[in-house]
């Protein structure tokens, strides 16, 4: 298992004090993880290394939160094998999942905190953090309660980041935020990926969203679920909000959503 999920409050982070992160590379075997009702995912091969922000999309119940435990090492494959699970994990979930008595900074905090790292690093790393998952300093030390839902999802992404993992793990982040909301997070994550650059798998059920924040969309489809077709993004670096209405784009998109839909009509579960 993972030594530290970097955004967990009930698994807190535990790592080295003198870690330094390395070319990590998630890579999927004829991975597969299969419950008794028959849910679950794979066989999956997959390689997710620091040169590509892969997105996963597919329709509910195909095994995208399964396939994210299963990079987290919270569960283990009952086939085949992943490798490059030994560093640390930073973890966002669907919820902000912060501690409601802590400000915005003291949750950035914790994991370092819990890790025994010294107040002037950790001081530097937390606004180090902040700024980059965009959180204003006038909102760093109010509370949750005093934040909207996109300013919590900014701390939930700062504690993650801030011990700087070797992978970043993000399931569904945005999907209870407004749209405007949504858009402007998509810029910062793709923005905080080019700083950071370590392999990251982002799961959504916005087929829009995945193309335009990853580099790749790697499409689940069935029960369980296994990869039905990887697409490459061929958008690059330096993207703004109007490629979203170009024809380039809508392609993209359209391809995603025909691979799903001819699953579905295949037998996947909508």
């Known amino acids: 298992m993972s030594d530290a999920l970097a955004n967990t409050a009930d698994a807190p982070a535990r790592p080295d004090a003198g870690h330094t992160a390395g070319p990590t590379r998630l890579r999927f075997v004829a991975a597969s993880r299969r419950y008794g009702d028959g849910s679950g995912v794979g066989p999956v091969d997959l390689d997710v290394g620091p040169d590509r922000l892969t997105a996963v999309v597919g329709p509910s119940g195909c095994g995208k939160s399964t396939l994210l435990r299963l990079a987290a090492g919270l569960e283990e494959p009952t086939a085949g094998s992943i490798g490059g699970r030994s560093g640390r994990v930073g973890y966002v979930f669907q919820e902000p999942r912060l501690l409601p008595w802590l400000t915005a900074r003291a949750n950035v905090a914790l994991p370092l905190e819990l890790a025994g790292r010294g107040r002037d690093e950790r001081e530097e790393a937390v606004e180090a953090a902040l700024a980059l998952a965009g959180l204003p300093a006038d909102s760093r030390d109010k509370r949750p309660h005093e934040l909207s839902g996109g300013m919590r999802m900014r701390v939930a992404i700062a504690r993650a ?50 193309v335009y924040v990853s580099d790749r969309v790697v499409v689940l489809a069935g029960r369980p679920g296994r990869v039905a077709e990887v697409i490459d993004v061929p958008f690059g670096d330096g993207r703004r909000a109007e490629l979203r209405g170009t024809p380039a784009f809508a392609a993209v998109v359209r391809r995603a959503l025909a691979t799903l839909r001819r699953e579905t009509a295949d037998g996947a579960e909508p």
């Not at 980041?161 to 749209?179: H, I, Q, T, Y």
């Not at 810029?187 to 990251?200: G, I, K, N, S």
Request: proline fraction near 6%; glycine fraction near 2%; charged fraction near 35%.
């Open 161 to 210: 980041v801030v011990d700087r993992p070797d992978v970043l793990l993000l399931d569904e982040p945005f999907g209870a935020l407004d749209s405007l909301s949504r858009d402007t997070l998509d810029d910062e994550l793709r923005t905080l990926w080019l700083d950071r650059r370590v392999p990251t798998l982002f799961v959504t059920h916005d087929v829009a969203e995945a």
